[in-house]
């Protein structure tokens, strides 16, 4: 790991990482994260007895929108070509609640991982939206970035259970 923060100057200003001289390669991110809510809520959006509508499907639209809107929202991330999103959200009665998955590709010079995580967060947070008059104790948890693929560093994929520490794929060994 470098010493120092790409996004941070010598002298400690923030910019924009240069990647106009990286080569593009094809690059995948998967991010992950849950919401955790009252049975009764799952439920109702289970039966699609939520009064704002289909509240899986809006959450799945609005992550895919939102992994387009990246740069917008996170400074100093570049706008990128996004060539595929996939959000998937899953009812689990063992949390009670739902879990949400978002996978991005693209090929070009940079990764796609905040486009994942911005995609897994605001589906979780469109959940709530549509069912908090329901349950206003819900609680969204547990969004990381699960693999990617792709760029220099190659591939990485998160071990559960192994704290911050990531698992790097090629050779076995955590950063």
């Not at 470098?2 to 990647?19: F, I, W």
């Not at 895919?64 to 998937?88: D, E, F, W, Y």
């Not at 949400?100 to 979780?124: D, I, N, Q």
Request: glycine share 10%; with cysteine; charged share 20%.
């Amino acid at each position: 790991m470098t010493d120092r923060l790409s996004h941070v100057s010598a002298s400690g200003e923030a910019n924009m990482v240069d990647v106009s001289a990286k080569p593009p390669t094809h690059r995948v991110a998967r991010a992950t994260g849950s919401i955790r809510m009252n049975r009764s809520t799952l439920t109702a959006i289970i039966n699609a007895d939520v009064k704002k509508g289909d509240v899986l499907g809006a959450a799945r639209l609005a992550g895919i929108m939102a992994a387009k809107q990246t740069a917008g929202l996170i400074p100093l991330c570049h706008p990128l070509s996004l060539t595929g999103v996939q959000v998937a959200l899953e009812p689990d009665e063992t949390l009670p609640g739902v879990r949400a998955e978002a996978t991005v590709k693209t090929t070009g010079p940079t990764g796609v991982e905040m486009e994942a995580l911005v995609a897994v967060s605001v589906a979780l947070l469109t959940v709530y939206d549509m069912a908090k008059a329901l349950d206003r104790g819900m609680t969204i948890s547990d969004i990381s970035l699960a693999e990617k693929s792709g760029g220099v560093s190659g591939k990485y994929a998160r071990v559960d259970g192994a704290g911050p520490a990531r698992y790097r794929v090629e050779d076995g060994k955590t950063e």
